[in-house]
T-cell receptor, first 115, second 113 residues
Framework: EPEVTQTPSHQVTQMGQEVILRCVPISNHLYFYWYRQILGQKVEFLVSFYNNEISEKSEIFDDQFSVERPDGSNFTLKIRSTKLEDSAMYFC?????????????FGEGSRLTVL | AQSVAQPEDQVNVAEGNPLTVKCTYSVSGNPYLFWYVQYPNRGLQFLLKYITGDNLVKGSYGFEAEFNKSQTSFHLKKPSALVSDSALYFCAVKGGSSYKLIFGSGTRLLVRP
């Protein structure tokens, strides 16, 4: 069964460092998303991406965050200058079409720890 | 603005008993509703969705959910709980033209043997 894969599974970084989280969405999916979850709590939307551009972003997704699809298969989330409060589990997801007709498929997550 | 509420932080049930995990929503327009499950240190797995049609929706692992428009609810149910159902359950809603899903705060289900 096709799945969304994420790397790394866990990354530890120093405050102020740049981090790149990588995702390989399901191959025929068109919509891509990043969510984050702090300490097993609420799952928060960060950004959605379609047709090589951001389609929607939340207030959390400020100038320190960026996304791109560099090679047609990977979908990356970059955090330019990490802060302590960026420590969370980051989930990538993809869907065939808009989420009103289909569910999102999530990866297993990348745990980011900022020291 | 779209929102979803899960009023219970935790639900405890004995194995073999029926379970209900509650969810209420607020959207403009027709709601598109989802349930996801998260096992420890894992991603979110899709359980079921309501888009249109029958108010009772059947999903994975024997779960079902009942859409109630007048009560703006979408409660998750299972006739007979298993210990392996113990996990974190999230209700989610999409409304309008937004691409994203909005998740509730989650309900931890604990099924005791």
């Amino acid at each position: 069964e096709p799945e969304v894969t994420q790397t790394p599974s866990h990354q530890v970084t120093q405050m102020g460092q740049e981090v790149i989280l990588r995702c390989v969405p399901i191959s025929n999916h068109l919509y891509f998303y990043w969510y984050r979850q702090i300490l097993g709590q609420k799952v928060e939307f960060l950004v959605s991406f379609y047709n090589n551009e951001i389609s929607e972003k939340s207030e959390i997704f400020d100038d320190q965050f960026s996304v791109e699809r560099p090679d047609g298969s990977n979908f990356t989330l970059k955090i330019r200058s990490t802060k302590l409060e960026d420590s969370a589990m980051y989930f990538c997801a993809s869907s065939e079409g808009q989420t009103n007709t289909g569910e999102l498929f999530f990866g297993e997550g990348s745990r980011l720890t900022v020291l | 603005a779209q929102s979803v509420a899960q009023p219970e932080d935790q639900v405890n049930v004995a194995e073999g008993n029926p379970l209900t995990v509650k969810c209420t929503y607020s959207v403009s327009g027709n709601p598109y509703l989802f349930w996801y499950v998260q096992y420890p240190n894992r991603g979110l797995q899709f359980l079921l969705k309501y888009i249109t049609g029958d108010n009772l929706v059947k999903g994975s692992y024997g779960f079902e959910a009942e859409f109630n428009k007048s009560q703006t609810s979408f409660h998750l149910k299972k006739p007979s709980a298993l210990v392996s159902d113990s996990a974190l359950y999230f209700c989610a809603v999409k409304g309008g033209s937004s691409y994203k899903l909005i998740f509730g705060s989650g309900t931890r289900l604990l099924v005791r043997p």
